[in-house]
């Protein structure tokens, strides 16, 4: 019988990402919020009660309990462009221990484009935080979410892998300093203001000094609340032509399903350099051929290597060592998940005993405990039921210990 919230085999991950698929395909099955919400909904026909979906320019992966990883498959693929044939063809897929590891794996920054990339934390949270405002999240993913950031915060503060100032956000800005001799003057127009948008602007104006930046978003008052934080400045996306015409850099971090920069948005000649962050591209493939424009997308960006990306890769170790000291710590969890029945049937009854002697005021041992003592008292007893239920795996005889250890002056 298929237990979606007790069973470890019945985790999967199923998705795809830059590995084998390019950033067009990625987009044909990239999932934004609206589409996510309408995933939720559409979960209960699939029978999946705990998943969470995370999309970026790198992936799109559902994680959840099911009976299979084709109903994840399914469930993720009523609101993809792409079809479910298509997905099918081109996804992994990955069960119980592996499929958690991979989760850890992906946080930590091993499975991304740029090793050690720790945009994705970020990500993963959000996504998290969606699926759980719609109960789409219950205590065994929370207790896993909650291990893979432990152990991402454990990764950051004792190695090496996210040091150094590496990411997709920062490759752009490097590029743009790189491409112009002389950065300073330059006219830098800033599409999108989430979660890569506002790292791609810190990352401006922390590298690229001397420049003049307009930030545009389809919502104003996002545009104007990022400008505003960074002392810049921001205009309506009804004047984004005039913005393009003006601008020698145009970053785009957008979410939009079709392209918002096309060739006839290019004034014929004008030089720019453009560099599409965004999955799906919003930046139409035919800007590519124009006279005098460089485009570059998130896969070219990702082929940068550098000191900083070899001495993260010294890290793969030890990183692999937090991961795994947080999975066991996972499993131990899970396991004793199976004992709390038992465990609040022998509660329950210890209680009894309790009342029962207290009723009948008989002098006993039992009978001496005040009220907040004996919980106290019960409490004990059962975290050391618990402990030697996990490590002896004796079951039968646990009751009558737990009593015995209830009642015993010795033990008290």
């Not at 590496?166 to 490759?171: C, G, K, R, Y």
């Not at 424009?293 to 082929?303: A, G, P, Q, R, T």
Request: proline residues 2%.
């Amino acid at each position: 019988m298929y237990r979606s919230h007790t069973d470890i085999g019945n985790f999967f991950i199923v998705g795809i990402n830059y590995k084998k698929t390019d950033a067009a395909i990625r987009g044909q099955f990239s999932i934004n919020n609206d589409q996510y919400q309408k995933v939720i909904e559409c979960a209960g026909q699939f029978d999946i009660k705990e998943f969470f979906v995370l999309s970026t320019c790198n992936r799109t992966e559902i994680y959840g309990f099911a009976e299979s990883a084709d109903k994840l498959s399914e469930l993720l693929c009523t609101q993809t462009e792409g079809t479910l044939p298509g997905f099918k063809q081109i996804r992994y897929s990955k069960k119980g221990l592996d499929a958690i590891q991979h989760l850890f794996e992906v946080a930590a920054g091993l499975d991304s484009q740029i090793l050690g990339d720790y945009e994705i934390v970020g990500q993963i949270k959000q996504a998290v935080k969606f699926s759980r405002q719609q109960q789409c999240v219950g205590a065994y993913l929370e207790r896993l979410v909650n291990e893979v950031l432990q152990a991402c915060k454990k990764i950051r503060t004792t190695t090496g892998m996210s040091g150094g100032t590496v990411s997709v956000s920062f490759a752009a800005v490097q590029y743009a300093r790189q491409h112009f001799k002389n950065i300073a003057g330059k006219k830098i127009l800033l599409l999108g203001t989430g979660k890569i948008g506002s790292n791609t602007c810190k990352n401006i104006v922390d590298y690229l000094p001397g420049t003049s930046v307009t930030v545009i978003n389809r919502t104003p008052e996002k545009a104007a609340e990022l400008a505003a934080k960074y002392s810049l400045g921001y205009d309506q996306f009804e004047n984004l032509q005039a913005n393009i015409d003006a601008a020698d850099i145009i970053l785009v971090a957008t979410s939009a399903e079709e392209p918002i920069i096309r060739s006839q948005n290019i004034t014929p000649g004008a030089a720019k350099l453009i560099i599409d962050l965004s999955v799906p591209c919003n930046v139409a493939s035919d800007v590519r051929g124009l006279d005098n424009i460089v485009l570059l997308n998130v896969d070219e960006l990702s082929k940068i290597k550098d000191e900083t990306l070899q001495k993260r890769t010294a890290e793969i170790p030890k990183v692999k060592l937090i991961i795994l000291e947080h999975i066991k710590a996972f499993e131990e969890w899970h396991d004793m998940r199976k004992y709390v029945p038992v465990l609040k049937t022998v509660k329950g009854h210890l209680q009894k005993i309790y009342a029962g002697f207290e009723y009948a005021s008989v002098s006993t041992p039992i009978s001496n405990y005040c009220e907040k003592t004996a919980e106290q008292r019960i409490q004990k007893v059962i975290n050391g039921m618990a402990v030697k239920m996990r490590t002896h795996n004796h079951r039968g005889c646990q009751y009558i210990e737990a009593m015995n250890d209830f009642i015993s002056p010795a033990s008290n």
